[in-house]
């Protein structure tokens, strides 16, 4: 069985996800806020991670890194980070063993990430993506389903392996 770093197996999100985490700095505020509403409209339950008020001074890291913990342990099925260019929290996220974690501005991305690499988190630069393309880009992440071929699930485990600390030697 191939599993991630973290000891889990990789997961397979044979079902729509239902819980979405969400996460936001002042760049990503406004954005964040549309789109958990759209969310909510559409059924799903969303754990907003904050920021919970537009604060200018506020930092991406202290949002994104919770959200992104959470998708690695699996207390949501997929997590949306956003800050001013989305370049931050896709960094930051993917710092957290188990997480795939990719800035996304166009269709084939949003469900080919998911469909060949197993992408959980998506990104967005919320001054730079609208509100109609995010939403859009969010509807076809969450629809989209990890294909679980070999050949995809080998390569996920060869980048699982990254996430497992190694002695550097020294020559």
């Not at 730079?128 to 939403?135: I, Y």
Request: net charge neutral; proline share 4%.
């Amino acid at each position: 069985m191939n599993m991630e770093a973290n000891g889990k197996p990789l997961k397979e999100l044979t079902v729509k996800p239902q819980r979405i985490g969400i996460a936001a700095d002042h760049g990503g505020f406004e954005l964040k806020e549309f789109l958990a509403g759209k969310l909510r409209a559409a059924g799903f339950e969303v754990a907003d991670f904050g920021d919970r008020q537009l604060k200018s001074d506020d930092d991406y890291p202290d949002f994104v890194i919770p959200l992104a913990r959470a998708v690695a342990a699996r207390t949501v099925d997929r997590g949306i980070g956003i800050c001013g260019s989305g370049i931050g929290v896709s960094i930051a996220a993917n710092k957290v063993a188990g997480v795939r974690a990719g800035l996304i501005d166009e269709n084939f991305s949003a469900h080919q990430g998911v469909e060949d690499d197993d992408l959980n988190m998506i990104c967005f630069g919320g001054l730079l993506v609208g509100h109609a393309l995010a939403w859009e880009l969010t509807q076809t992440f969450l629809a989209a389903r990890f294909k679980g071929a070999e050949r995809f699930r080998r390569r996920l485990e060869k980048v699982a392996q990254l996430e497992i600390p190694t002695p550097i030697k020294t020559p």
